[in-house]
Every structure is written in C-alpha cells, then in structure tokens.
C-alpha cells in the first residue's frame, strides 16, 4: 500500500518535472525575438561563428586531410568551431593501420588546432567497429592476459603521446548493446568481461592524470532501458572511484524523437554530476534501423517547411542544453560532419538525407541559424 503511495507520488513528480522542464524551454523560445521565419537574416547580420555566439564549446568532427584540401571547408571549420574532434583518424584502426603505430594524421590534426586555437578532442580509443581482424588476432594470442596488456600498452601510449595536448578522451565507444540495458558483446567485452571498461579508463587516467575521460554511446537521449544500463555501469564505476569524468550522448538524432523525452534522459544524465558532451550531433528525417544499409527513404526531398522545422529542432536543442545541464557541466555541443556533402549518413545508410547545419555547397541552412538562435538566446542558466 504505501510502496504503491510512494510510486504514484514518484510519477506525479517526475510529471511535474517535465512540465517544468517544458514550460522553461517553450518560455526560453518564446522569449526569443526572432521567429524561424525571421532567422537566416537575423544572424547573417551579425557574421559572427557559432563559438563566438556562446560559452559552451561548440565542436565539429572533421577529417584532416579533406579540412585542408578544402579552402570553404576549412574557413567554416575555423569561424564556427571551438573543438575539434576527429571523425576517424584517431580511431584504433587509423592509428594501427598494420603493427606499426601511425601517427601522421593526428600530429596534423594537433598542429592545426594548436594554430587555429582548438581544443583537440580524442575520438576514441576503444571501439568494436571496424576493428581489423589482426588487432583480434594478435591480441588475443595468449588469452585474456595478453588482450589486457594490448590493450594497456595501446592506451598508455596514445594517451601519453599526446598528454596534455588532447584534454578528453571518449575512453570506450558503444559499450551497449545497440537496444536495452546490456554490455555489447564485442571483442573486448568477450575477451575481459564487463571489467574492461573499468581497467580502459584506468589506463587512460594513468597515462595523463588531467584528461577528461568520457563513456560515449548513441540513442542515449531516447532508449531509457539502455540509459539506465549506462547509468547503473557509471554508477558503479564511480563506486569503485574509477576515473570516469563524462557521458556523452552521442545525439544522431531524428526529426520525430520528441523533446520532451530527450529532456527526460538528459535531466537524469545531469544529475550523475558528469560533464555531458552532445558528442556527434546530427538530426535526420528519414528513419533507419541503426544497421549499415538499414536507411529507410520516406523523404525524397528537403522542403521548405522542413528546412524550417529542423531549424525549430536544433534550436530547441541548444535551449534544453543549456536549461538541463548545469553550467559546469557544458562540455559542449560537437557537430558529426556538419555538412549534408560529407554527412556519413547518405553512405552508411544507404539514403539521401540532410541532417546537418550546412547543405551540400556548404552554405549555411535555416538549421544553422536555429541552432544559432538557440546560443545567443537570452534565457536564464536555470539550474533545475
Ligand atoms: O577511406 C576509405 C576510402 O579510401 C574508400 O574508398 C571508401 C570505400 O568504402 O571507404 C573509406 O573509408 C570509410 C571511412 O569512413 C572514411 O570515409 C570507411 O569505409 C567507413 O567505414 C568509415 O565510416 C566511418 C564510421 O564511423 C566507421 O569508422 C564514418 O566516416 C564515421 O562518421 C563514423 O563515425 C561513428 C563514430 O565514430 C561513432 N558513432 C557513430 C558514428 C557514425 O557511424
């Protein structure tokens, strides 16, 4: 009886939240003078970049080679981000591309942040995807004990290679299952056990004590079974008083993921106390079933209209952003490609699609300017 009490009072509370929640974003964007309509002249004005509009470092993943083969690419790069991650190149199997360690494309990649001002943000060392069979192969020679030390040799020397020069690191990538609250069961998971997570982001914090380190996932924003998973894993670790420093959410959205359960999971990311990076971000329309080739193509064509809703979308974003997570906890907002020429979701999906805030001649879109809005609009921090 009183346990049922205590249950209808939880979801009356947690009912009011999201009314609070709400009512905080609809009065931010209502607060805002310019309507969508109004928005491509409105900051076009200003000719400002997205990071000088805010205090949250806004980032973009970018490929080096193809940033400097590209005078518009670059420019944009350079006027709009404040971080910079690496879509690839500091992934395990760009970095061991055969037994030798390759680190041309990273040092490139430091040397243009450290001469355009950009914090480097490492992009990732432990990843299932695409890890080339040698890697499994050599690893797991010996058994358990020899993945354990491949896998502490290759962190400690990344990491430590570029101590105090790339200050966060998504430590392990996707270590949940695609769907629900389970460990995915990738090589490392069947090779070491969930215990794996824990030494990755031991090794990483041996290496340089100062990194900010990161668990970084997709669909965290909308599968609750799966964020609970990640929760509980977190909590955990921090139990252990495993360095763990941040969630990122890795924010490939959809048009109709409704906003009211994005700040539903994001609230409850907050009250963990970690940062939160929106690590990836990306809103598409058409839907996909998560899997290589899995795109579903229902829209043929970007209207108008829709232009203008995927503006309203990414400037909702920001605002909940800002409103949900506490200042302190703002690691930043980093756009995945960030344009629909480069956007890795036409190819992984097999669709057409526009998910970005720059269309194909990368020109800005409305969504830009939305998102753009969002930043510059004057609605309280609210600490909820
Ligand atoms: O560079 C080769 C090129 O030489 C070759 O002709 C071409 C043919 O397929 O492939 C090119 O490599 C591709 C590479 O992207 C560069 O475009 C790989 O096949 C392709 O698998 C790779 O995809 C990347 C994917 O991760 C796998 O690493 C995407 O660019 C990248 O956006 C994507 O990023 C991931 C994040 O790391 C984690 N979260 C999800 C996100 C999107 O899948």
Redesign the pocket.
Known sequence: MIIRFLNSMLRATSTIYLLIVFSLCFHSCNNDNASIEQLPTAHLNQNKGLHELSTIPIGG?I?INKVLADEKLKDITIKNFSSISA??DM?M?SILRDSTYSFEKVDKLLAFCEEHDKRLFG??LL?H??LPQWIQDEASKNGAASVDKFMKDYISKVVTKYKGKVVAWDVV??GFETSGGDYRKTFWYNQLGAAYVEKAFRYAHEADPDAVLFY?D?NLERDTAKLNGVLKMISELKEKDVPIHGLGF?M?LRMDIPDSTIAYCLKKAADTGLQIHFS?LDIIFNKHNDSKDGGEQQYTELTEEMKLQQAEKYKNLVLMYRNIVPLDQQYGITF??FNDRDT?IK??FNINDWPTIFDENLDPKPAYHGFADGLKSKSPKTKI
């Open positions: 993943a490929s879509t690839n992934k199997y992009h990732t990843w995807y695409g990538n996707e970084n997709f890795q490939h990836e995945w490609d890795w190819p992984f």
